[in-house]
């Protein structure tokens, strides 16, 4: 864990559950809104569809393909917490400079939270996911690309190796 910051976790709006595809982002996100009363927000929907057609056809994207998406993001992110208050976002955000970019768009801090665990786990997972755009093949590029949390980073790390309920119990009571 690294907490590098000066206001309560309580106090931040902006919450980004992030890690590799596969790793519950999207189940965690939305269930940690809905048990806060939170908005959330899924970053693949903010996707263009070059973006999109790239990764369906199994290339990784790059970081020119990223950086408008997550400028993207984060104006999105800063749009919806204005209006409900707080909103978690699944969003990868896997590179250091990702999450610093996200942070400098939305002009306030935000708060990453890593699903983090076994390649195996996530590979089951991932399997489990027809129709989803981000193909298995992939999962080895993501892990290389996962940069962790250094120490100045705003950001809490979870396993993903608990249940959804364990893991939602376990962040919603880490930021409140």
Known sequence: MSMAQSQPLSEVRLIIVMGVSGSGKSTIGEALAEKTGAAFIDADHLHPP????????????????????????????????NDNGRVFCACSALKRAYRDFITEKADEPVLFVLLHGDKAVIAERQ??????????????????TLEMFEADELGLTFDVAKSIDELVGEISASIE
């Open 50 to 81: 070059s973006n999109v057609d790239k990764m369906r056809g199994g290339a990784p994207l790059e970081d020119e393909d990223r950086w408008p998406w997550l400028k993207i993001v984060a104006e999105k992110m800063r749009e919806t917490a």
């Open 127 to 144: 399997a489990n996911r027809p129709g989803h755009f981000m193909p298995a093949a992939l999962l080895d590029s993501q892990f290389a």
